[in-house]
C-alpha cells in the first residue's frame, strides 16, 4: 500500500472516526475499477466471484488478527450496534432466563434498557453512582447464577473508560459491546460468546457491523423472532441473505490487511499506549487540565478532560479547529474535551494537540 501523505486535518472525531490513509489512498486508486474485475466495488454483485474474495480474505484477516478458531462465526450485518441491543437478546435470551448486564456509561445502559424488553435483566454490576468514571472491580460484579449471558461494553467513548482486561464472568457466554476498542489491543475471542462492533471506529466506514459469534449460541433463536435479525440466518447464508453493505466490507477488509502490515494486534496495542500515554502525561502535567476517568480506568481511544472553565472550553475548542485539530468537542451530556485517537489515528496529530495544548495554557493558564 502507498503511505503518500496527503494535507489532511487531524480528526479527533468520536466517530465516524479517522480512516488509515494507505487505506483510502488504495480505494480512491480502484475506485473506478477493481484489478482484474473492470467495475467499481460500488457495482459488483454481492453474489460475484469478485465479491466472494473479497469477503472470504476480509473475514480470514480478521481471524488471523484474533487468533480466531473455528467455533465461531463472522458475520457482517448493518444496523450498527444499537441495532445488537435488540438481537443480542432476541437471539440469546430465553423467555424463562435472566441476563447480566455490567452497566458502564450511556451506551451499556442503553443495552439493558433494550434487553428488557424480551426478557428478565439483571444489572449485575454499575458505576452510575459514580458518574461512570470507572469499571467496576471483579468485586463488585454480582452475577447470576445460570445467567443466559453476561453483556459488557468494553469502551465508553463518551467517559473515556475501558476495561484493562475483560473480567471474569463465571460459565456463562460473554457478549461484549466492542465498537470503539476491537482490535486496538489483542483480544481472545474464543473466550467470548458473542462480540459486536459498530465498524466506524476502529474497523471501517459507517454501515457495517461485525459479529463474531460462538456457532452453538445461534440455534438459542427461537422461530418467532423476524428472519432477517437471526443469527443462524445469516451465518447459514454466508452474510449474504440480503445485499451487504459492499463497499464497506471492502473496506473493512483493507483496515485488516493494514493492521496486519502494521505488526498485528500486539504492536498496535504498544502504538496506542504510546499515543494515549503521551496526552494522558500532557493532561496531568499541571492543574490547568483535569482527566474525567479513573486513572485505573483510562481508555486507551477516547482520552477526555476538562479545562477550568466552559468558556474556556469552547475556545479551546474554536482555536484548536482553527489550527487544524478537529472533533474535540466532548459529548454533550457531559462536556468537557473528548480526544477519540483510534488505531488510525497517527502520531503527529497527538503531538500536535500536546504542543496545541501547551500554548493555550501558556497564554490562558
Wanted: hydrophobic fraction near 40%.
Amino acid at each position: 500500500m502507498s503511505s503518500t501523505p496527503t494535507h489532511r486535518v487531524f480528526n479527533f472525531s468520536a466517530g465516524p472516526a479517522v480512516l488509515p490513509e494507505p487505506v483510502l489512498q488504495e480505494a480512491q486508486r480502484d475506485l473506478v475499477a477493481l484489478p482484474g474485475v473492470g467495475m467499481s466495488i460500488l457495482e459488483i454483485s454481492h453474489r460475484s466471484a469478485a465479491f466472494d474474495g473479497v469477503l472470504e480474505l476480509a473475514e480470514a484477516d480478521l481471524r488471523a488478527l484474533i487468533g480466531l478458531g473455528g467455533d465461531h462465526h463472522v458475520l457482517f450485518l448493518q444496523g450498527g450496534a444499537s441495532q445488537q441491543f435488540a438481537m443480542v437478546p432476541m437471539n440469546l435470551l430465553p423467555t424463562d432466563g435472566v441476563a447480566d448486564y455490567i452497566v458502564t456509561g450511556s451506551w451499556a445502559k442503553k443495552a439493558a434498557t433494550e434487553a428488557e424488553k424480551f426478557g428478565r435483566v439483571n444489572v449485575c454490576a454499575t458505576t452510575e453512582a459514580d458518574a461512570f468514571t470507572r469499571v467496576p472491580s471483579s468485586d463488585e460484579l454480582h452475577p447470576t447464577p445460570g445467567a443466559a449471558y453476561v453483556h459488557l461494553t468494553s469502551n465508553n467513548t463518551i467517559v473515556g473508560t475501558q476495561w484493562p482486561t475483560l473480567p471474569e464472568v463465571g460459565d456463562a457466554p460473554l457478549v461484549v459491546d466492542a465498537s470503539s476498542d476491537l482490535l486496538c489491543r489483542p483480544i481472545d475471542g474464543n473466550r467470548c460468546g458473542l462480540v459486536y462492533a459498530g465498524a466506524q471506529k476502529n474497523l471501517g466506514p459507517a454501515g457495517l457491523t461485525v459479529v463474531i459469534v460462538r456457532k452453538d449460541l445461534t440455534q438459542r433463536a427461537p422461530e418467532s423472532i423476524p428472519t432477517m435479525l437471526r443469527y443462524a440466518v445469516a451465518a447459514k447464508h454466508g452474510s449474504r441473505y440480503n445485499t451487504p453493505p459492499v463497499f464497506a466490507i471492502y473496506l473493512f477488509g483493507l483496515v485488516m490487511r493494514w493492521l496486519r502490515d502494521m505488526g498485528g494486534l500486539s504492536a498496535m496495542e504498544t502504538r496506542n499506549r504510546r499515543k494515549a500515554g503521551v496526552l494522558y502525561d500532557a493532561i496531568d502535567r499541571t492543574g490547568f487540565y483535569r482527566g474525567t476517568a479513573d486513572p485505573g480506568s483510562r481508555s486507551l481511544m477516547n482520552v477526555t478532560f476538562r479545562l477550568p472553565s466552559e468558556a474556556l472550553e469552547q475556545q479551546f475548542v474554536t482555536e484548536a479547529a482553527a489550527a487544524g485539530l478537529s472533533g474535540l468537542k466532548g459529548h454533550r451530556s457531559v462536556g468537557g474535551q473528548r480526544a477519540s485517537i483510534y488505531n488510525a489515528f497517527p502520531e503527529a496529530g497527538v503531538t500536535a494537540l500536546v504542543d496545541f495544548m501547551c500554548e493555550f495554557e501558556r497564554v490562558h493558564g
